[in-house]
């Protein structure tokens, strides 16, 4: 038996970004791997995905993490630098920062790298998060391109908002500003994973896909299934106890689940210290045997507890999909499925994995693209 662990498909990953591609077939992709690769294991990640143009973190340690274990893809650094101590680094790494704001721009412009450093500019577009003001776009564009060591046009991106709801009124406006941003430079990225499949028509040089990448829809109306795309991570954990409970008994912290009937309950070793979310609950599913149990009774640090039923076949030592595909069963759980009942998004499930659950990476069934 083992406590949790998520298995990793090199394979599906490499195949949703050739779907990828298909779908943005004139642009090179900037594959998003913050947030350890959003759960999924950074290194990793970097060393087996194949087909992208280069690499997006957000910050530097992550860079240097993935140049000191070997990566020699370009790396962007979509946050840029923090400060200028890291100027340096941008050289000595070779990272290409994102320049979003006033200050970043005045170190950057008045420090020699003496190496050629690619730079991509950030303008707000009317998310209002990070991103040089419209109207100040064309200066800074022209001051990065006299930089002695600007060498190429520096790409100009922007971030929709809403590009996960499509019809929202934010979307026009945005596309209002990046056609104007769209004559600064030849090369431009705007289309992130939501973008790439709602506005293909904005999907230029560059697209940033990261949930898609990982096999999850970033569209509430749309599965991965629709989208062509399959999950990369599968999260497990054992079956370590099974035990009866009478009607009226209650299981667990706070006797939040009460039996309604003579049943059996099964207890997972997994929990909110693995990354499994805490406040999901009673009912949300997992798959055991290719069967889905409701989860009964509060998240416990270490362990949750599904109702098995009465009679049930599952047993110590059997394994609990929390989510994901069952091979056997060819049943799928969709990590969708539980952010909905935890009230969360598949983002923040898949970034919170633990540093104690172990990884498997499925690299036997890489394919060759």
């Known amino acids: 038996m083992r406590g949790a662990w998520a298995e990793i498909d090199i394979a599906a990953l490499n195949r ?83 320049i979003h704001q006033q200050q970043q721009l005045q170190q950057f412009l008045g420090y020699r790298f003496n190496t050629n450093i690619p730079v991509w500019l950030k303008v707000d577009s009317g998310m209002h998060r990070i991103g040089l003001d419209p109207e100040f776009a064309a200066q800074a564009y022209q001051s990065l391109c006299e930089h002695p060591d600007v060498a190429e046009a520096p790409v100009i991106m922007s971030h929709f908002a809403c590009a996960d709801e499509a019809n929202h009124p934010l979307n026009m406006k945005q596309q209002q500003v990046m056609q104007t941003l769209a004559s600064l430079s030849p090369v431009r990225s705007f289309a992130n994973s939501a973008a790439i499949v709602n506005f293909p028509a904005w999907q230029q040089q560059w697209v940033r896909p990261g949930l898609l990448m990982y096999g999850v829809s970033p569209i509430r109306s749309e599965s991965s299934e629709s989208l062509g795309v399959t999950p990369v991570m599968t999260l497990k954990a054992s079956i370590i106890s099974v035990r009866s409970v009478k009607q009226g008994e209650s299981v667990g912290y706070g006797s939040a689940w009460t ?37 009964a009774g509060r998240v416990s640090m270490d362990m949750l507890a599904v109702e098995l039923g009465p009679g049930s076949a599952v047993k110590v030592g059997d394994t609990a999909i929390l989510w994901g595909k069952d091979e056997a069963s060819q049943q799928q759980l969709s990590v969708d499925d539980i952010a909905a009942a935890a009230g969360t998004i598949s983002y923040e499930l898949l970034c919170n994995m633990a540093q104690r659950v172990e990884y498997d990476y499925a690299l036997s069934k890489q394919i060759s693209m």
Do not use: W
């Open 16 to 98: 949703n970004v050739q779907r990828l591609q298909e779908r943005a077939p004139a642009s090179q992709i900037l594959a998003i791997l913050k947030a350890n690769a959003y759960g999924h294991g950074l290194i990793e990640i970097a060393k087996h995905i194949q087909g992208v143009g280069a690499i997006g973190v957000a910050r530097v340690g992550e860079a240097m993490r993935l140049r000191e274990n070997g990566c020699q893809l370009p790396i962007v650094l979509l946050e840029g630098f923090f400060s200028a101590t890291e100027l340096p680094l941008l050289a000595e790494y070779q990272l290409q920062p994102v």
């Open 259 to 295: 039996a309604s009937r003579d049943t059996q309950v099964g207890i997972v070793a997994i929990g909110y210290g693995d990354g499994y979310p805490r406040h999901a609950p009673n009912g949300t599913p997992v798959l055991i045997n290719g069967h889905r149990y409701g989860l």
